[in-house]
Protein backbone atom coordinates (compact mmCIF):
# COMPACT_ATOMS: atom_id res chain seq x y z
CA UNK A 1 0.00 0.00 0.00
CA UNK A 2 3.02 2.14 0.33
CA UNK A 3 3.88 1.98 -2.90
CA UNK A 4 0.21 3.34 -4.38
CA UNK A 5 0.53 6.62 -6.09
CA UNK A 6 -2.47 7.79 -3.79
CA UNK A 7 -3.22 11.17 -2.13
CA UNK A 8 -6.05 9.78 0.27
CA UNK A 9 -6.89 6.62 2.36
CA UNK A 10 -10.19 5.60 3.23
CA UNK A 11 -10.05 3.14 6.55
CA UNK A 12 -12.91 1.33 7.93
CA UNK A 13 -13.22 3.87 10.81
CA UNK A 14 -12.45 7.22 11.20
CA UNK A 15 -11.54 10.23 8.73
CA UNK A 16 -10.27 10.39 5.60
CA UNK A 17 -6.51 10.30 6.10
CA UNK A 18 -3.26 10.21 4.25
CA UNK A 19 -0.22 8.01 3.26
CA UNK A 20 0.92 8.56 6.47
CA UNK A 21 -1.19 6.85 7.89
CA UNK A 22 -0.51 3.59 6.34
CA UNK A 23 2.70 4.14 7.80
CA UNK A 24 1.67 4.51 11.40
CA UNK A 25 -0.67 1.63 11.35
CA UNK A 26 2.11 -0.47 9.95
CA UNK A 27 4.40 0.75 12.36
CA UNK A 28 1.97 0.43 15.04
CA UNK A 29 1.25 -3.60 14.20
CA UNK A 30 5.25 -4.12 14.20
CA UNK A 31 5.60 -3.19 17.60
CA UNK A 32 2.48 -4.82 18.84
CA UNK A 33 3.61 -8.36 17.27
CA UNK A 34 7.37 -7.62 18.84
CA UNK A 35 5.59 -6.71 22.45
CA UNK A 36 2.94 -10.19 22.05
CA UNK A 37 6.25 -12.10 21.07
CA UNK A 38 8.13 -10.40 24.10
CA UNK A 39 5.33 -10.95 26.49
CA UNK A 40 4.81 -14.91 25.32
CA UNK A 41 8.79 -15.53 25.81
CA UNK A 42 8.08 -14.01 29.25
CA UNK A 43 5.40 -16.10 30.15
CA UNK A 44 2.71 -13.70 30.44
CA UNK A 45 -0.76 -13.75 28.74
CA UNK A 46 -2.16 -11.06 26.56
CA UNK A 47 -3.96 -8.98 29.10
CA UNK A 48 -0.30 -8.54 30.29
CA UNK A 49 1.22 -7.14 26.94
CA UNK A 50 2.04 -3.83 27.10
CA UNK A 51 0.03 -2.06 24.25
CA UNK A 52 2.07 0.76 22.15
CA UNK A 53 0.99 4.04 21.90
CA UNK A 54 -0.68 5.30 19.12
CA UNK A 55 -2.47 8.45 18.24
CA UNK A 56 -5.69 6.73 16.54
CA UNK A 57 -8.32 4.58 18.77
CA UNK A 58 -9.52 1.68 17.64
CA UNK A 59 -13.25 1.98 16.78
CA UNK A 60 -14.30 -0.29 19.93
CA UNK A 61 -12.69 -1.10 23.09
CA UNK A 62 -12.93 -4.54 22.55
CA UNK A 63 -10.90 -4.66 19.50
CA UNK A 64 -6.72 -4.28 21.67
CA UNK A 65 -7.92 -7.40 24.01
CA UNK A 66 -9.42 -9.35 20.89
CA UNK A 67 -6.85 -8.75 18.96
CA UNK A 68 -3.96 -9.74 21.58
CA UNK A 69 -6.09 -12.72 22.28
CA UNK A 70 -5.90 -13.74 18.85
CA UNK A 71 -2.15 -12.95 18.16
CA UNK A 72 -1.29 -14.97 21.66
CA UNK A 73 -2.73 -17.89 20.11
CA UNK A 74 -0.82 -17.72 17.09
CA UNK A 75 2.53 -16.45 18.01
CA UNK A 76 2.33 -19.19 20.83
CA UNK A 77 1.96 -21.87 17.92
CA UNK A 78 4.36 -19.95 15.88
Keep these: MLTLDIDAVV ?3 GPVVGKKYIQ ?3 NFI ?3 KKNVLKAISEGKGPEETEVPEYEY ?3 EDWQIPQALEFLHKY ?3 Y
Aim: glycine share 6%; no cysteine; charged share 20%.
Design 30 to 32: KNL
Design 24 to 26: KQV
Design 11 to 13: PGH
Design 75 to 77: YSN
Design 57 to 59: KPA
